[in-house]
Structure formats: structure tokens, C-alpha cells
């Protein structure tokens, strides 16, 4: 069955602090994709990035970038140079089943950046 | 495009009321999903429909049915509400090929529902 863990419920930092957060995985399949959606206090998702498994290469996109270490089943989100907008709930989510394409969310880290 | 809009955006229903929420999406997906959101939790799926006329339970289906007659419309209906059903609730699309999955799932911007 698959899992999605997010052990940090809450996280706060002042505004230019790095921020990393974690996300661990469990799943049988050996093709499986894992997503981050940001969750800002207006209540929308806003999907932030997709990684297959055969696909390990880390990836940045301005302050945001990407761990996938699947040693460790991980793959976590880390923020650089938090600003007082990266305030929101951050979602991680799996999808192991290309059947119905459906996605197991974890339970949400709420990141609070402070001017 | 609108992508994916909800109505209503709020709603306060009494004990054993129903009540239809609108899904409805213009982007010509095939996959489209309900999820609810319960405070300080993830979301959890309560149905999913992979094409017009096609519909399956996800992980929380009771107390819930639904119903996909075009493609772009996917309403989900609470027969007798209940407190346990006080939630946000989020539809999405997504537009994949039978058998391959991966692809991002598109949010609508969620129905907050009370029951009391």
C-alpha cells in the first residue's frame, strides 16, 4: 500500500532562512511518481513539481529545489532564502497506479516565514 | 480557460440534508476526482471517474455517490449529511492515457462545507 510521511507538522523560520521539507514514501512499485503541492492560506493547490522513479536527478528551480534520494525513499523540498509569500501548507503525494492516475497525499507541513 | 471551478464556495447544511456539489472542468481532461480535506489533514480521495459514464470509489466513499455524464461535469451528492461530513472538499482533473500515469492533478478552488 502506499504512504506518504511528512513528519513536520509545523515548521517557522525568519524571512531569508533556508528551509527544508521532508517527505518520506512507501510503495511496492518500481514505477511510481511523486508530486509537492503548495497550499497558500487563500485555500487553493498549486502543484510545484512532478518526479518519476526512474528519474534521481535533483532539480532547482529558482529558490525551490528537489531531493529525490530513493535509497532512503525520500524526497524532499528545500526553500532558499525564505521570503514572508513561501507561507503556506506544503503537500507531498505519491501516485503508484497508472490505471486511475489517483495520488496519496501526506498530512501537510505548514511553513510560516517571519518578516 | 477556467480550468476547474466548484460551486458553491460555502455551504452550512443541517443533519440529513442534501446537497449536489458542481465539478465542472474545460480542459477537455478524461480523469477527473473528489477529495475531501478534513482540518490539519491531507486529502483523502472520495471518488474518481476515468472517462464519461465510468466511476470508481477512492478511500473514503461512504455517504457519498456521484455520477459523470459528459466529460466536463463530475457533481458529487451527500444524500444524508452528517458532522463527519463537515469538510473542504476539492475536485481535479488531470488529463492522462489509459495506463500511464504521472500526470499533475488540476485543483479546483475547493467547496467548504458545515454540517450541523
Known amino acids: 500500500a502506499q504512504k506518504v510521511t511528512q513528519a513536520q507538522t509545523e515548521i517557522s523560520v525568519v524571512e531569508k532562512e533556508d528551509v527544508t521539507l521532508d517527505c518520506v514514501y512507501e510503495?511496492?512499485?518500481?514505477?511510481?511518481?511523486l508530486f509537492w503541492y503548495k497550499q497558500p492560506p487563500s485555500g487553493e493547490l498549486v502543484f510545484l513539481i512532478r518526479?518519476?522513479?526512474?528519474?534521481?536527478q535533483n532539480e532547482i528551480s529558482g529558490r525551490y529545489s528537489w531531493n529525490f534520494q530513493k535509497s532512503t525513499s525520500s524526497f524532499n523540498f528545500t526553500i532558499t532564502a525564505s521570503q514572508v509569500v513561501d507561507s503556506a501548507v506544503y503537500f507531498c503525494?505519491?501516485?503508484?497506479?497508472?490505471?486511475?492516475?489517483?495520488?496519496?497525499f501526506g498530512a501537510g507541513t505548514r511553513l510560516t516565514v517571519k518578516p | 480557460n477556467a480550468g476547474v471551478t466548484q460551486t458553491p464556495k460555502f455551504r452550512i447544511l443541517k443533519i440529513g440534508q442534501s446537497m449536489t456539489l458542481q465539478c465542472t472542468q474545460d480542459?477537455?481532461?478524461?480523469?477527473m476526482y473528489w477529495y475531501r480535506q478534513d482540518p490539519g489533514m491531507g486529502l483523502k480521495l472520495i471518488y474518481y471517474?476515468?472517462?464519461?459514464?465510468?466511476?470508481d470509489k477512492g478511500e473514503v466513499p461512504n455517504g457519498y455517490n456521484v455520477s459523470r455524464s459528459t466529460t466536463e461535469d463530475f457533481p458529487l451528492r451527500l444524500e444524508l449529511a452528517a458532522p463527519s461530513q463537515t469538510s473542504v472538499y476539492f475536485c481535479?482533473?488531470?488529463?492522462?492515457?489509459?495506463?500511464?500515469?504521472?500526470?499533475?492533478?488540476?485543483f479546483g478552488p475547493g467547496t467548504r462545507l458545515t454540517v450541523t
Open positions: 481535479a482533473s488531470t488529463l492522462a492515457g489509459y495506463g500511464t500515469g504521472g500526470y499533475e492533478q488540476y
Open positions: 510503495t511496492r512499485d518500481t514505477t511510481y511518481y
Open positions: 518526479r518519476n522513479s526512474f528519474d534521481e
Open positions: 503525494a505519491l501516485s503508484e497506479d497508472p490505471v486511475n492516475n489517483d495520488m496519496r
Open positions: 480542459m477537455n481532461h478524461n480523469y
Open positions: 471517474s476515468v472517462g464519461a459514464g465510468i466511476t
